[in-house]
């Protein structure tokens, strides 16, 4: 995202599950919680230097993945438009593999099933899923900024980028 944009101050955002509560064990539907990854990327940080600062991000936002996202907005007295999210316009999701079979119903056989909803909730969605150590990834993308062949291009200069990664860090 640094490289398009040339912006060294790169905010994305990212799901957490909010099961971890035993006030929601027995309750059915989606627990989920924003947080906000912002990494400061200037310096021309080595990959290892980045490695780093990503990692304390992360820390520091999963240390308070209980402050509803809600809250954060109100504590900021952001303006809510409801056209974009107000904090962050990138989403990073990354599913474990197997989530669905740990899911138990007596009598239900369980089907993953990839929805379109037919409209993108912020400009770029990078879904990764480890699928028996192998990476899969998803991007869903604003048509209204993106087109087919731009994505080709981002996802193949991405795959360019974690080969360069792999073989000299």
Request: glycine fraction near 6%; include cysteine.
């Amino acid at each position: 995202l640094y490289r398009y944009s040339q912006c060294p101050d790169v905010i994305v955002g990212t799901s957490v599950s909010r099961r971890d509560s035993h006030e929601v064990e027995g309750l059915i539907g989606p627990f989920t919680n924003n947080l906000v990854l912002r990494t400061d990327l200037s310096g021309d940080p080595t990959f290892k230097d980045l490695l780093v600062r990503v990692r304390d991000v992360a820390i520091g936002a999963y240390a308070h993945q209980d402050l509803p996202f809600e809250r954060l907005l109100a504590e900021l007295q952001l303006e809510r438009d409801l056209s974009h999210n107000p904090l962050f316009q990138v989403l990073l999701v990354f599913h474990e593999s197997g989530i669905e079979r740990n899911l138990h119903l007596k009598g239900a056989r369980i089907t993953p099933l990839l929805l379109d909803p037919g409209t993108s909730r912020f400009d770029l969605t990078f879904v990764t899923e480890d699928v028996n150590g192998r990476l899969d990834f998803l991007v869903e993308y604003s048509t209204d900024l993106f087109d087919a062949k731009t994505i080709d291009r981002l996802m193949g200069h991405y795959q360019k980028l974690l080969q360069s990664i792999a073989s000299d860090p």
